[in-house]
């Protein structure tokens, strides 16, 4: 039978939208600060090595110039100045600036005073641009000051530079110049990014990554809460056959334990509707609905199907004579035989008083007949005991098989065939019977098992 779906078992509620979101935007804000500082460290860190590069240029070139062209700087000349350092002029000379740009890829600039004398620096016609001066706040700090200073920002012609400044000494310890060793800006910030840039793929793939397994984990946990509410839901509203996502139970955490603990529940309530409390068979309400589907089943499937009805003879005298908690030993001992009995055969039902139903699936007349008369003999030969009496009982049994017929029919037809075995000897199982002697059953009145 197919049950009908829960209308709420699909709806999103707000624990579906607010459990993603705090577990993952607090994960996305940290894992964008982490970036964000982590490539702010790195980028600092590369501007350092920058910076320290552009000083060993700059020390390399002073020792260069100590070395090739030996004394003090001095500008000679009345209306053509030129630069000398020592006896040598090097005004023109740009052999040992434009190797070191060459080996290195930094420009170098040498002022005398303010003013740019030689330089590697070019505009954009190709020309030196010499007869310049430094800016201010370099001829402040390092003219003025004598300090080395490096500037992140310094405007050449309409190009930013990484620069290095460095005071230039004559032999009396007075500063004759300034050295400029310096990269473009574009050049460090595209040699940073390049560095920088799998360091920031990692880490947006590692979030990403994070966040992904973040909204997996709380799927699975959303789906095992909602699986948990539906199975609430259904057994709330009397569905005691509803079944728990195995999903649910396979997670080993405390879902699962509460999941271990609703069909515990589950069976407890079902055990409590469906089943005698004095047998533990099925009583007659849930045991009459389990009838209804193995009948359609075995319809649809066009299978055999046997039903038996049965009743404990002479158990009227067993209360009588023993009493009747003796008699409810009777009642357990036997519905312990049927339903070790009827194991994968069927099942059984307590369907009133001393009688009892057993539903044989899949099994024709002759089958269920066999089977059955093992299930006597196994009965005859039980002795069972109670407050020191050792008691032996018997049973009757009628039996019917037709899937043409309903239910009902069915019913009738094995009760009937109960009633003639039970007038007629009893301790016996009856397949059919003789019509003449069911003519006067509805008007008599039943002996209550006797």
Same mark, same amino acid.
């Given at each position: 039978?197919?049950?009908?779906?829960?209308?709420?078992?699909?709806?999103?509620?707000?624990?579906? &939208?607010?459990?993603?979101?705090?577990? @993952?935007?607090?994960?996305?804000?940290?894992?964008?600060?982490?970036?964000?500082?982590?490539? #702010?460290?790195?980028?600092?860190? @590369?501007?350092?090595?920058? &910076? #320290?590069?552009?000083?060993?240029?700059?020390?390399?070139?002073?020792?260069?110039?100590?070395?090739?062209?030996?004394?003090?700087?001095?500008?000679?000349?009345?209306?053509?100045?030129?630069?000398?350092?020592?006896?040598?002029? +090097?005004?023109?000379?740009?052999?040992? $600036?434009?190797?070191?740009?060459?080996?290195?890829?930094?420009?170098?600039?040498?002022?005398?005073?303010?003013?740019?004398?030689?330089?590697?620096?070019?505009?954009?016609?190709?020309?030196? $641009? +010499?007869?310049?001066?430094?800016?201010?706040?370099?001829?402040?700090?390092?003219?003025?000051?004598?300090?080395?200073?490096?500037?992140?920002?310094? +405007?050449?012609?309409?190009?930013?530079?990484?620069?290095?400044?460095?005071?230039?000494?004559?032999?009396?310890?007075?500063?004759?110049?300034?050295?400029?060793?310096?990269?473009?800006?574009?050049?460090?910030?595209?040699?940073?990014?390049?560095?920088?840039?799998? $360091?920031?793929?990692?880490?947006?793939?590692?979030?990403?990554?994070?966040?992904?397994?973040?909204?997996?984990?709380?799927?699975?946990?959303?789906?095992?809460?909602?699986? =948990?509410?539906?199975?609430?839901?259904?057994?709330?509203?009397?569905?005691?056959?509803?079944? =728990?996502?195995?999903?649910?139970?396979?997670?080993?955490?405390?879902?699962?334990?509460?999941?271990?603990?609703?069909?515990?529940?589950?069976?407890?309530?079902?055990?409590?509707?469906?089943?005698?409390?004095?047998?533990?068979?099925?009583?007659?309400?849930?045991?009459?609905?389990?009838?209804?589907?193995? @009948?359609?089943?075995?319809?649809?499937?066009?299978?055999?199907?046997?039903?038996?009805?049965?009743?404990?003879?002479?158990?009227?005298?067993?209360?009588?004579?023993?009493? /009747?908690?003796?008699?409810?030993?009777?009642?357990?001992?036997?519905?312990?035989?049927?339903?070790? /009995?009827?194991?994968?055969?069927?099942?059984?039902?307590?369907?009133?008083?001393?009688?009892?139903?057993?539903?044989?699936?899949?099994?024709?007349?002759?089958?269920?007949?066999?089977?059955?008369?093992?299930?006597?003999?196994?009965?005859?030969?039980?002795?069972?005991?109670?407050?020191? /009496?050792?008691?032996?009982?018997?049973?009757?049994?009628?039996?019917?098989?037709?899937?043409?017929?309903? =239910?009902?029919?069915?019913?009738?037809? #094995?009760?009937?065939?109960? &009633?003639?075995?039970?007038?007629?000897?009893?301790?016996?199982?009856?397949?059919?019977?003789?019509?003449?002697?069911?003519?006067?059953?509805?008007?008599?009145?039943?002996?209550?098992?006797?």
């Amino acid at each position: 039978m197919n049950r009908k779906k829960d209308p709420n078992m699909n709806k999103r509620g707000k624990l579906y &939208y607010s459990f993603p979101a705090i577990s @993952m935007i607090p994960l996305l804000l940290y894992g964008i600060v982490v970036i964000i500082f982590s490539s #702010a460290s790195f980028k600092h860190s @590369m501007q350092e090595q920058v &910076y #320290a590069e552009l000083k060993n240029v700059a020390s390399l070139v002073d020792t260069l110039l100590d070395t090739a062209y030996p004394g003090d700087y001095t500008l000679a000349g009345d209306t053509a100045l030129s630069l000398y350092k020592g006896d040598i002029d +090097i005004t023109s000379d740009y052999t040992l $600036i434009d190797d070191v740009r060459e080996r290195t890829d930094m420009d170098v600039t040498l002022f005398y005073q303010d003013t740019r004398i030689l330089t590697t620096i070019k505009n954009w016609e190709g020309e030196r $641009i +010499i007869g310049t001066q430094a800016p201010e706040q370099v001829m402040a700090d390092v003219l003025q000051e004598g300090k080395s200073c490096f500037y992140d920002n310094v +405007i050449i012609k309409g190009t930013s530079y990484f620069a290095y400044y460095a005071p230039l000494y004559n032999s009396d310890g007075q500063i004759a110049g300034i050295l400029f060793v310096g990269k473009p800006a574009t050049e460090v910030n595209s040699q940073v990014n390049r560095a920088l840039s799998p $360091i920031v793929i990692v880490g947006i793939l590692t979030l990403v990554l994070v966040c992904l397994f973040s909204i997996y984990y709380a799927s699975t946990f959303l789906k095992a809460l909602y699986g =948990l509410k539906t199975f609430f839901s259904q057994v709330a509203t009397g569905n005691l056959s509803e079944e =728990l996502d195995p999903a649910v139970l396979k997670r080993g955490d405390e879902l699962s334990e509460l999941g271990r603990s609703a069909l515990s529940m589950q069976n407890s309530l079902r055990n409590l509707v469906e089943r005698d409390s004095l047998t533990e068979l099925y009583n007659r309400r849930s045991g009459g609905r389990h009838l209804i589907n193995s @009948m359609e089943k075995a319809k649809t499937m066009n299978t055999p199907f046997t039903l038996v009805i049965g009743d404990i003879d002479f158990f009227k005298k067993v209360n009588d004579t023993y009493g /009747h908690l003796c008699g409810d030993e009777v009642l357990k001992k036997v519905a312990f035989l049927l339903r070790e /009995h009827m194991k994968s055969k069927g099942y059984a039902i307590r369907w009133g008083g001393e009688e009892f139903l057993l539903v044989y699936e899949n099994s024709r007349l002759e089958e269920a007949y066999e089977s059955l008369n093992t299930l006597l003999e196994d009965i005859r030969n039980t002795c069972i005991q109670s407050d020191k /009496h050792q008691i032996y009982i018997t049973m009757t049994f009628g039996m019917a098989c037709d899937s043409s017929k309903e =239910l009902k029919e069915l019913l009738k037809d #094995a009760d009937d065939r109960l &009633y003639y075995g039970k007038n007629n000897g009893r301790n016996q199982i009856v397949t059919c019977c003789d019509e003449n002697s069911l003519q006067h059953k509805e008007e008599e009145e039943p002996e209550n098992g006797q």
